[in-house]
């Protein structure tokens, strides 16, 4: 029986892309059940700057899979088989915040956590900056709510309430920051 292309585009979107620790792809496996094993693979970190510095957090909405209602980044997700992180990353900052911007690549790196539900991160994970001064419309099925906020402000908030904030969020942001800076980012 042949398959229905609306299935295979589903199939496609729940999917992620398997990589060893060099980046190479090695396959694909359902979102969830990677995430329940922890299994390696690509994901991509959106950090979107204003003009006068300030980062754009969301609010996970309290329906996701894992880190409900936690502050993050301006956007996070996983590239589709078949699909750069770039080309992924400027469609997922569409689909969530409704708004594009120019990304550049700013670092990668790898890191495992344990997550509430029972859950595993373990990602390559692509960060990318870009800057805006719009306002964002987000996608309530994705956030909850959002904020532009002064880094120094941010810091100090991540410091008296960290649970407040996701894992990988804390992990990156003054390395963000720090290459942001030196790079030209954020001036």
Same mark, same amino acid.
């Given at each position: 029986?042949?398959?229905?292309?609306?299935?295979?585009?589903?199939?496609?979107?729940?999917?992620?892309?398997?990589?060893?620790?060099?980046?190479?792809?090695?396959?694909?496996?359902?979102?969830?059940?990677?995430?329940?094993?922890?299994? +390696?693979?690509?994901?991509?970190?959106?950090?979107?700057?204003?003009?006068?510095?300030?980062?754009?957090?969301?609010?996970?909405?309290?329906?996701?899979?894992?880190?409900?209602?936690?502050?993050?980044?301006?956007?996070?997700?996983?590239?589709?088989?078949?699909?750069?992180?770039?080309?992924?990353?400027?469609?997922?900052?569409?689909?969530?915040?409704?708004?594009?911007?120019?990304?550049?690549?700013?670092?990668?790196?790898?890191?495992?956590?344990?997550?509430?539900?029972? +859950?595993?991160?373990?990602?390559?994970?692509?960060?990318?900056?870009?800057?805006?001064?719009?306002?964002?419309?987000?996608?309530?099925?994705?956030?909850?709510?959002?904020?532009?906020?002064?880094?120094?402000?941010?810091?100090?908030?991540?410091?008296?309430?960290?649970?407040?904030?996701?894992?990988?969020?804390?992990?990156?942001?003054?390395?963000?920051?720090?290459?942001?800076?030196?790079?030209?980012?954020?001036?």
């Amino acid at each position: 029986m042949k398959q229905n292309p609306c299935e295979r585009i589903q199939i496609v979107k729940d999917h992620v892309v398997l990589v060893d620790r060099m980046g190479r792809e090695i396959g694909t496996q359902e979102k969830m059940q990677a995430h329940r094993e922890g299994k +390696l693979h690509s994901a991509f970190s959106i950090f979107v700057f204003n003009t006068v510095g300030e980062l754009l957090l969301q609010r996970r909405a309290r329906t996701k899979y894992h880190s409900g209602g936690l502050w993050t980044n301006t956007c996070c997700s996983h590239p589709r088989p078949g699909e750069s992180c770039h080309r992924a990353a400027r469609r997922r900052l569409h689909e969530e915040m409704g708004f594009d911007c120019r990304l550049t690549g700013l670092f990668t790196f790898i890191y495992h956590t344990q997550l509430d539900n029972n +859950l595993f991160e373990h990602e390559l994970d692509q960060v990318f900056v870009g800057c805006y001064d719009g306002q964002p419309t987000p996608n309530p099925r994705e956030v909850d709510d959002w904020k532009w906020m002064n880094i120094s402000v941010l810091k100090q908030d991540i410091r008296e309430n960290p649970e407040n904030y996701t894992y990988w969020f804390k992990l990156t942001l003054d390395r963000v920051v720090e290459q942001s800076q030196k790079n030209q980012h954020l001036q």
